[in-house]
């Protein structure tokens, strides 16, 4: 099914005017929906009730109001609510252009796509590739469903993404939970980094990952269509959360795990710090040394022999 755009907008770029469509760049297909059944089997409807009386409200009997004291609210009409919304606009207008990276993604709100509509091939192009070739995004003001928001406008590959930013008060700060920083000996920094680089991959590549829970929810309707009962898999017992371990055996251990993994031949590459470190450092080695290899393949033949 070919994507439909949910509006048409014009990007201003100084005194160039671009015409855009919009498009979502994300979907919540990915939900297992499951419904509310009464045991008669039939769909539940949800119902509003007065706390006051206990009596079901009618939606359209509704007012929204907002509480300033415990119990005490100011009502607000339709149309006075609708005067406070900013009032809709099509145009997006560019503000500032700052380096990419110095947008941290816990900002991230929503993300969108954004194709040039007609005449707009040229600008779109010429905006793409300026911010490719200058590592800056651009940051724009758009009004939308009532809402000023603030939006990145960020080059990729194919066309432009359009972010939807948070606000500063909608974001969290790590600061508020007091994190104790605890200083770590140069040994276990050394160990950690070449964990890390026997894990490195040159890009994130989203088709490597699965959603497993959907595949096994949708598993078990299946299961449950054909008459069959849904077991429940088995969890993982939890670590001990005051259990005392030897940080330095447990690296030590995550190395020879992962050095035992087949991973692909590639070019040489020069030493890392990393790399120094493992010469540095005595970590257990997973493959046989080469004098046990010979010695093994030597008594192969004997072993063959006595077997006969």
């Known amino acids: 099914m070919p994507a439909r755009s949910i509006a048409s907008l014009s990007l201003s770029f100084g005194l160039v005017s671009i015409p855009v469509k919009l498009y979502s760049a994300t979907e919540s297909a990915s939900d297992v929906r499951f419904n ?18 206990g009596e079901v409200v009618e939606r359209s009997a509704m007012k929204k109001g907002y509480e300033f004291e415990k119990g005490r609210y100011v009502v607000f009409t339709g149309d006075e609510l609708k005067a406070l919304e900013e009032g809709a606009s099509h145009v997006v207008e560019i503000v500032s252009f700052v380096p990419e990276k110095s947008v941290d993604p816990i900002f991230y709100d929503k993300a969108y796509f954004i194709a040039p509509d007609k005449r707009g091939g040229k600008p779109y192009s010429l905006l793409q590739q300026a911010l490719a070739q200058s ?30 930013l948070l606000f500063a008060d909608e974001v969290r700060s790590l600061k508020d939970l007091n994190i104790e920083h605890v200083s770590v000996s140069d040994a276990e920094l050394k160990l950690a980094l070449q964990i890390i680089e026997q894990g490195t991959e040159d890009a994130y590549d989203a088709a490597a990952y699965e959603d497993e829970e959907k595949k096994r929810i949708l598993a078990a309707i299946d299961r449950k269509i054909e008459g069959k009962e849904v077991v429940s898999p088995q969890a993982e017992e939890p670590a001990a959360g005051g259990e005392v371990i030897d940080l330095m055996e447990a690296l030590r251990a995550s190395l020879a795990k992962t050095s035992a993994k087949p991973k692909a031949a590639g070019p040489a590459k ?18 046989k040394p080469a004098a046990r290899a010979q010695k093994v393949a030597a008594e192969a033949p004997a072993r063959t022999r006595a077997r006969k």
């Open 36 to 53: 509310l059944l009464a045991p008669d089997g039939a769909r539940v409807k949800q119902q509003y009730v007065s706390d006051a009386t």
């Open 135 to 164: 590592g800056r995004c651009a940051l724009a003001k758009w009004s939308y469903k009532g809402k000023t928001r603030v939006v990145q406008v960020r080059p990729a590959e194919d066309g432009m993404v359009f972010q939807q």
């Open 270 to 287: 020069r030493k890392t710090a990393a790399a120094e470190a493992e010469e540095a450092i005595d970590v257990p080695k997973v493959r």
